[in-house]
């Protein structure tokens, strides 16, 4: 197959770049791996490193750069709204409930994408609310299979125990009532990617008059539907 773009210097780029995939590289190395004349090979490396998407290690060789990363982090968020979005949208139709999507940024959980409930009573969380760790069902399911010991840092002034952990993590789902705030209720679902790392949660929260003291019974089905939904998509090449 033809890699030529018929760009020339993106072409010679993207050979440094998939020759840095392996491992560590030196200059020589590059060479060798690319067949680039050496002054094109530093240039093209040096250029890299200039836009960071190439680094060095503590050895001076060249490895990926952090930029990298960066774009793969943005690239999985897009791709995750884009697949979130309508299934948001059946899980509210179908609970009758605002329902949420939360991702882990440091010590709060982000509100990445939302569909309302249109009318009554509803508990609304705009997009873009940096909400605490230490309370509601999200949190939970953002934390319960996170490695030991940032889970039980996480634990520290938390309104839920390493027990309510472990069980959200047997049933696979979390319940929350009246935990992140007086008269809500609320109900989530892992999203996992690659791996089976868990990369969001997925929830439904409305008033407890409606979702009830034990909101699972009522919503956890639909919710572990539309979290496997979206897994799948995300988990596809």
Request: charged letters at 20%; glycine letters at 8%; aromatic letters at 2%.
């Amino acid at each position: 197959m033809d890699n030529s773009s018929g760009v020339g210097v993106l072409d010679k780029a993207v050979l440094v770049l998939n020759a840095l995939e392996a491992g560590p590289a030196s200059l020589a190395q590059l060479v060798q791996t690319t067949g680039l004349a050496r002054p094109t090979a530093h240039r093209l490396a040096v250029a890299l490193e200039h836009h960071r998407l190439v680094h060095r290690d503590t050895q001076g060789r060249f490895i990926l750069g952090p930029r990298l990363s960066e774009l793969a982090a943005a690239a999985g968020e897009d791709r995750l709204l884009a697949v979130a979005q309508p299934i948001l949208t059946q899980l509210r139709d179908l609970t009758g409930e605002s329902a949420q999507l939360y991702r882990r940024q440091g010590d709060s959980r982000v509100c990445v994408a939302a569909a309302e409930r249109a009318s009554g009573l509803r508990d609304t969380v705009p997009v873009g609310s940096a909400l605490p760790m230490t309370a509601g069902s999200a949190a939970q399911i953002l934390l319960a299979w996170e490695e030991p010991d940032r889970l039980h840092r996480g634990l520290r002034g938390a309104k839920f125990t390493a027990t309510t952990l472990a069980s959200v993590r047997r049933r696979g789902w979390a319940q929350s009532v009246a935990e992140r705030e007086q008269g809500v209720a609320s109900v989530s679902a892992p999203i996992r990617g690659t791996g089976a790392r868990v990369i969001a949660a997925i929830s439904v929260s409305g008033p407890i008059e409606r979702l009830s003291r034990s909101p699972g019974r009522m919503h956890a089905p639909p919710i572990l539907a539309a979290a496997e939904k979206i897994s799948e998509s995300m988990r596809r090449p």
